[in-house]
């Protein structure tokens, strides 16, 4: 199956710092999405992404399909912004589907 | 619009036991997938239903089992459970279609004792 790898696993920063995450995937895929795990472990959606470029507000995501990657930009990073970032591929074979997650990326943002 | 709801929000089970999860999608969605989250595993794709059909299963046992109703409310089921079975279960929905977003639930959180 296909294989997601995300990197950096962890990151601190201080608040109002920039911040970029990576996720590699190794095949072609019709939907990539990112999601912040909330302390309670609920998946928020951030973006549906599976190419282009996209904005909410201070985050920010591009997916380059072509070369099987997608970057997850936090500018001005705020505490709040503390958690497990993941994202997941959707490795589609006819009209199953299912998502496949990286193994997530640690944020720590310091006051 | 309601987001994806599960219930219990939290399970404490003994071994041997059986436990029943439940779902209800988003209202409009079809498509409604499982999802086993532990700290060794990750997130693990469990099985998917659409229109009260399993349409695609994970790499699990067969004490891993599920269904999905006419209203598209989905509950699984563990039977025999093993301590390994702790885990954070999340169900997502999506409508089912071509290359959809999922939405997921807050979870059900089940400790095997």
């Known amino acids: 199956g296909i294989q997601v790898e995300q990197s950096p696993p962890d990151l601190i920063l201080q608040e109002g710092a920039n911040s970029t995450l990576r996720c590699n995937f190794s095949?072609?895929?019709?939907?990539l999405q990112w999601f912040h795990q909330n302390p309670w472990g609920q998946l928020i959606n951030l973006f549906y992404?599976?190419?282009g470029t996209k904005q909410n507000g201070r985050l920010s995501a591009t997916t380059v399909a072509t070369e099987r990657y997608s970057l997850l930009y936090i500018s001005s990073s705020q505490t709040t912004d503390s958690g497990v970032y993941f994202c997941?591929?959707?490795?589609?074979?006819?009209?199953?589907?299912?998502?496949?997650f990286g193994k997530g990326i640690t944020l720590s943002v310091r006051p | 619009k309601a987001g994806v709801t599960q219930t219990p929000r939290y399970l404490i089970k003994t071994r041997g036991q059986q436990v029943t999860l439940s779902c209800s999608p988003i209202?409009?969605?079809?498509?409604v997938s499982w999802y086993q989250q532990t700290p060794g595993q990750g997130l693990q794709f469990l099985f998917e239903?659409?229109?009260?059909?399993?349409?695609n299963k994970g790499n699990f046992p067969g004490r891993f089992s599920g269904r999905q109703f006419s209203n598209s409310r989905s509950e699984m089921n563990v039977s025999t459970l093993e301590l390994g079975d702790s885990a954070l279960y999340l169900c997502?929905?999506?409508?089912?279609?071509?290359?959809?977003?999922?939405?997921f639930g807050p979870g059900t959180r089940l400790t095997v004792l």
């Open positions: 997502a929905s999506s409508l089912g279609l071509v290359y959809n977003e999922q939405f």
């Open positions: 239903y659409f229109s009260e059909t399993q349409r």
């Open positions: 209202s409009g969605h079809r498509s």
């Open positions: 992404i599976p190419s």
């Open positions: 095949d072609s895929v019709n939907n």
């Open positions: 997941a591929v959707d490795d589609r074979t006819g009209a199953n589907s299912k998502l496949t």
